[in-house]
C-alpha cells in the first residue's frame, strides 16, 4: 500500500481565501506530482518535482504555486482562491528505478470547492 | 501534449460478462504505457507498465496488450465481479518523465 497522504481531503472556502494543499510520503520517493482533474475530465499535470528545491510547471497552466523543501513533502498553494480553481487536486510521487518507468504512487486527492 | 483518447467513456457490464476497452496513443518517441484502476473514492492504482511492441500483461482476470507501432493498447476484464467497477486509466509516458492521462473509461458492473 502506498504512503502518501493529502489533506484536507475537503475543502470549502470563500473567494480570495489562501490556501494551501498539503501532500506528505514515506517512501523516499525523488519526483513529486500535483494533477488537476474537473469531473469527467482527465488528471492534467500542474506541477513536478524532481527533487529538493527543484520545482517545474506542467502542461495545464494553473495560478498555483509549490514547493519542495524536504524530499517528503510537497505543498501547494493558491494565494487568492476563486471559483474557477474548483476542482479535485491528486498528489503523486514516483521513483525512477529499472522496470518501474516512472510509476506513479497517488494520494487520495482534495477536492476543492470555492464559493 | 500528447493526445490520448480512451473508448468508450463510459460502459455498463453484467456481472459475469467479459469486456474490453481501448487506449489510443501517438505512437512516435513511445517509452512505456500505464494503466490505473481509480475506485470511487480511493487513489488510483498501477495496474500494468507496458514497454515492449506485442507485450501482454496479466494480472488475475484482468489483462493487457500493447501496440506500440501503431498506438493502442487493450484492456480485458474476463469474468466481471462489481468489485472491477471503476474508472480504467491509461496513460503513455511523455519524455520518459512525465504522464499524459486519458479520460478514462468508467466501468459499472451490475449485479
Known amino acids: 500500500e502506498a504512503d502518501i497522504y493529502q489533506t484536507p481531503r475537503y475543502l470549502v472556502i470563500g473567494t480570495g481565501k489562501k490556501i494551501t494543499l498539503e501532500c506528505s510520503q514515506t517512501?523516499?520517493?525523488?519526483?513529486m506530482y500535483w494533477y488537476q482533474q474537473d469531473p469527467g475530465m482527465e488528471l492534467h499535470l500542474i506541477h513536478y518535482?524532481?527533487?529538493?528545491?527543484s520545482t517545474e510547471k506542467g502542461d495545464l497552466s494553473s495560478e498555483s504555486t509549490v514547493s519542495r523543501i524536504r524530499t517528503e513533502h510537497f505543498p501547494l498553494t493558491l494565494e487568492s482562491a476563486r471559483p474557477s480553481h474548483t476542482s479535485q487536486y491528486l498528489c503523486?510521487?514516483?521513483?525512477w528505478g529499472q522496470g518501474s518507468y516512472n510509476e506513479q504512487f497517488f494520494g487520495p486527492g482534495t477536492r476543492l470547492t470555492v464559493l | 501534449i500528447l493526445n490520448v483518447e480512451q473508448s468508450p467513456q463510459s460502459l455498463h457490464v453484467q456481472e459475469g460478462d467479459s469486456t474490453n476497452f481501448t487506449c489510443s496513443f501517438p505512437s512516435s518517441n513511445f517509452y512505456a504505457l500505464h494503466w490505473y484502476r481509480w475506485e470511487t473514492a480511493k487513489s488510483p492504482e498501477a495496474l500494468f507498465v507496458m514497454t515492449l511492441n506485442g507485450d501482454e500483461k496479466k494480472k488475475g482476470r484482468i489483462s493487457a496488450t500493447l501496440n506500440t507501432k501503431e498506438g493502442y493498447s487493450y484492456l480485458y476484464i474476463k469474468g466481471s465481479q462489481p468489485e472491477d467497477s471503476a474508472t480504467y486509466l491509461c496513460a503513455p509516458l511523455q519524455g520518459a518523465q512525465k504522464l499524459v492521462f486519458g479520460q478514462g473509461t468508467r466501468l459499472t458492473i451490475n449485479p
Open positions: 517512501m523516499g520517493h525523488d519526483k
Open positions: 518535482s524532481y527533487g529538493v528545491n
Open positions: 503523486a510521487s514516483s521513483e
